[in-house]
């Protein structure tokens, strides 16, 4: 006979003191004893947390799970409406299922395939060189997040889709502001709204007069004005927040761990291994959440129907059944099968872009400038924790000067 589940109160997020990149020591406990643990979610809803790699891996790949928004609960914290959210706007398509997701997933994929997205590579080159120039120029020290994290993949992802770059503040303050749980519910609407608003404007002006990139060969396609905004607004937010929280996040692990700092700064054709170990370690998209559409039985418990299921990549990605050695940073591991990227349908669609853009980047950083180092203490950098996007809000590097 199976054992009730373990059951959980909340979703452990408090990290241990002095470990920015760890995750919560709870996570490792539940992963090891209890891998599909019940969870009581913000709003008082009874669900489920899974903290195994296998287990993560299972339901992102069962169609019996759904992304549909309007069957979620958060469980986040600071998420206690006990209203259910809208379905999701047309075109939002991380939060539809097959069939609907299907249309829009296949009309996206050829534009970023691994040979298109590998083409991009000179231009990443040619601007992550630009603004270490201007960093040189400026001298140390510099705040890395605004010098060089942020522009990076921003002039990378406004060039891809067309959109101003010249607005970028603009996109990157409501970008935050969406993924903000200490924002109020009204902040955080009116920073969707904003964001409709400006690619509302631009699908229009695209459609009236079809520019050479991304939105502009959509704005070709067989959508509404309504599903290309939303299109462009998912995009547009991914493409500047996720990278640039890894290139940060990676940069303070590398000074943090000066013996792999040194094997990538050896070997610049290591990045490749660097890159994929990085988005394991520090598995900064660390929780995604579906919901059983129907009842699951899943290691040895039944989900009900409706159940909403948290899964940790975070816990998964440093699960020693698949990983040796996990809570190691080893830049010459083969991380294959690491789920800071997701699996099956909804797998993340621009991973091929951040991929290019991390390869160029961290090496060209740390060997343009050799001592790099931090330039205020470990225990002061402010860490990004309280967003389903972990990372950090500002970084003081320095370097000698020649």
């Not at 607005?167 to 409709?196: G, K, S, T």
């Not at 792999?260 to 660097?274: E, I, S, V, W």
Request: glycine share 6%; net charge negative; aromatic share 6%.
């Amino acid at each position: 006979m199976t054992e009730p589940p373990y059951t959980v109160t909340a979703l452990p997020t408090m990290r241990p003191p002095g470990c920015p990149f760890d995750p919560p020591e709870e996570l490792a406990q539940l992963r090891e004893q209890h891998p599909l643990s019940r969870m009581v979610f913000p709003d008082g809803h009874v669900g489920w947390l899974v903290t195994s790699h296998a287990l993560v891996r299972a339901v992102v790949a069962d169609p019996r799970f759904s992304s549909r928004h309007e069957l979620m609960h958060s469980p986040f914290p600071g998420a206690i409406s006990a209203e259910r959210p809208p379905p999701a706007a047309p075109g939002m398509f991380i939060g539809v299922d097959p069939p609907e997701h299907t249309r829009y997933r296949k009309l996206l994929t050829g534009k970023f395939t691994v040979r298109r997205m590998r083409r991009l590579t000179a231009r990443v080159e040619e601007i992550t060189a630009e603004h270490l120039d201007a960093m040189e120029r400026q001298g140390p020290p510099v705040d890395l997040v605004q010098a060089y994290a942020q522009p990076v993949p921003a002039l990378m992802i406004c060039e891809l889709l067309g959109v101003p770059y010249a607005d970028r503040e603009f996109f990157q303050r409501h970008a935050l502001a969406l993924n903000n749980f200490d924002a109020v519910p009204e902040e955080q609407y009116a920073a969707y709204v904003a964001l409709q608003e400006y690619l509302h404007a631009l699908v229009l002006a695209k459609r009236a007069d079809p520019t050479d990139d991304l939105l502009g060969d959509l704005a070709r396609e067989e959508l509404t004005d309504e599903e290309l905004t939303n299109i462009g607004v998912l995009l547009l937010g991914a493409g500047l927040d996720t990278t640039a929280n890894m290139l940060a996040l990676g940069t303070f692990a590398l000074l943090s761990h000066p013996g792999q700092l040194a094997a990538l700064r050896a070997d610049p054709g290591l990045a490749d291994q660097a890159v994929e170990e990085l988005l394991r370690y520090l598995s900064i998209t660390h929780t995604g959440v579906r919901a059983a559409l129907e009842d699951v039985e899943l290691n040895g418990h039944v989900i009900r129907a409706g159940e909403t299921v948290a899964l940790s990549a975070q816990a998964a990605n440093r699960d020693p059944e698949r990983f040796a050695d996990p809570d190691t940073l080893d830049l010459r591991r083969q991380t294959t099968g690491h789920l800071s990227f997701g699996h099956g349908v909804h797998q993340c669609l621009g991973q091929q872009l951040a991929r290019v853009e991390m390869r160029v980047a961290l090496p060209a950083l740390v060997t343009r400038f050799p001592t790099l180092r931090l330039a205020i203490s470990s225990a002061e950098v402010p860490l990004r924790t309280n967003s389903d996007i972990y990372g950090v809000h500002r970084l003081p590097v320095a370097w000698d000067k020649e």
